[in-house]
């Protein structure tokens, strides 16, 4: 068994005692194994250890890496997307966890319809209010909510949050919930479904899934350190 494949059942057993913890079900967490900053090599042994969804944070190495992999993956972009890379990210992604603004929102809108797509999508919410963070505020969501469902290409399927880098795993956890609340309070706001949550990293995911995520991001969990910086600020 390669490391790769090791490390992969430990985060996945992680994740059975989180969701013991909870009461929930497994089938309801879905893992997206982090990519960025690691070779094409690297995640066909994820592969090959069953691993089917995998995320990119950037889109130049994204489109240097998806088309050496097999076309039965999953693609899920995770990082800030600039608005003209959306087309190249509606071709290559099925899910994007980042639509950070309305603008955003709105330029894959508009590519979706140009290009026949229905792209899916999660909303990115700065729930800390961290000047260095992309991310709508709970506030201008709320705000924009109105905007964001009249693009009707868009399949908004839920929440996606970065909390502040912290010492202590727990830390996360209030962060946590105020995503989950945030959901509740949309929902019930504007009548709607928001199933997803994604929430949850190396060092937090557990808390995540005890909060109620349904996709945890893991990166350095599986694949060990990455050759480049972390997470892209503005
Ligand atoms: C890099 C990254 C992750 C994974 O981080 P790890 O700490 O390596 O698990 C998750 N989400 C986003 C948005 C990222 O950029």
Redesign the pocket.
Known sequence: MSEIADRLEQVKAAIKEAVRRANRSSEDIKLVA?T?GHDADKVRLALDAGQLIFGE?KMQEARAKIPLLPSNLEWHF??HLQKNKVRHALSLFGLIHSVDSLELAEQIHRVAREDGLYPRVLLEVNVAGEGTKFGFSPETLSASMEKLLVLDRLSIEGLMT?PPIAEEAESSRRYFISLRQLREKLEADFKLKLPELSMG???DFGIAVEEGATFV?????IFGPRRQA??ERP
């Open positions: 982090v960025k944070s995770i990082g970065i990293m190396t060092d991001r893991v990166g350095t969990a972390k997470i």
